[in-house]
């Protein structure tokens, strides 16, 4: 096979919980008095928490110091944490965790590697608190995604190169890192729309499809396939 290790966003492709992002994030822009809809909130997949609220400022029109920012960003995060105590084991799909654990099987390191600050509080609530091999996260970065450095770490964390890794990303700022990294990628949900993936799954589990037909060597152009 042609990878080493894979390396997996959170929210969006091992769990979701956009729900809670979107009501976290709503009651923020409320209490603001700024629109808040879906469309606003797709726009804030795969970004850091300070971005995400400079998006949602695009439409407030009084000035906002950094420390009012910081106030509110805290203020959503307190939230959005309270919200994430009623996730579950069940959560997490049988067709992710079947997956997980056949890819392991074959050999591969798995890390997860995502903008969240919460992605280890995430992890234990869905059961998955000890089970990858390395996490890179919103804690241990300084610049979010597109840019690469979440996924280099997840590397440098595994201790593999870049070249011998799979991002696994549903967000097209994700893919983007991936792909800045040096990394090839393989896209579920909404990333698949942009066409910059080298692999664009329908199903999570086909990522085992993927992985089993890379080969060591080959040119992007001539492996980028649709599962």
């Given amino acids: 096979m042609k990878y080493q290790a894979v390396i997996f966003d959170l929210d969006g492709v091992i769990c979701s919980t956009d729900q809670y992002h979107y009501q976290a994030w709503k009651a923020v822009a409320d209490e603001l008095n700024i629109p808040f809809d879906e469309t606003v909130n797709h726009r804030l997949r795969g970004v850091s928490r300070m971005e995400s609220f400079e998006i949602i400022l695009e439409k407030y029109d009084a000035e906002m110091s950094r420390e009012e920012k910081v106030s509110w ?7 959005y944490k309270e919200l994430l105590k009623n996730m579950r084991t069940a959560d997490l799909s049988e067709e992710v965790k ?18 969240s600050k919460n992605a280890g509080f995430i992890l234990k609530q869905i059961g998955l608190g000890d089970y990858f091999d390395a996490v890179s996260d919103g804690n241990n970065i ?60 329908s199903t999570f589990s086909q990522l085992l ?19």
């Fill in 142 to 201: 300084t610049k979010s995604k597109p840019d690469p450095e979440v996924f280099l770490k997840a590397a440098k964390y595994l201790g593999k190169e870049p070249k011998d890794c799979l991002v696994v990303e549903d967000a097209k700022a994700g893919v983007q890192a991936a792909k800045a990294g040096g990394m090839d990628c393989a896209a579920v949900g909404e990333a698949v729309k942009c066409k910059l993936a080298d692999y664009q799954l």
């Fill in 98 to 115: 079947t997956t997980l654990d056949t890819l392991r099987a074959q050999g591969l390191l798995l890390a997860i590697g995502s903008s």
């Fill in 73 to 79: 960003t805290e203020k959503k995060n307190t939230i």
């Fill in 209 to 227: 499809e993927a992985v089993k037909n890379s080969t060591k060597g080959a040119c992007t152009k001539e492996w980028k396939q649709n599962f």
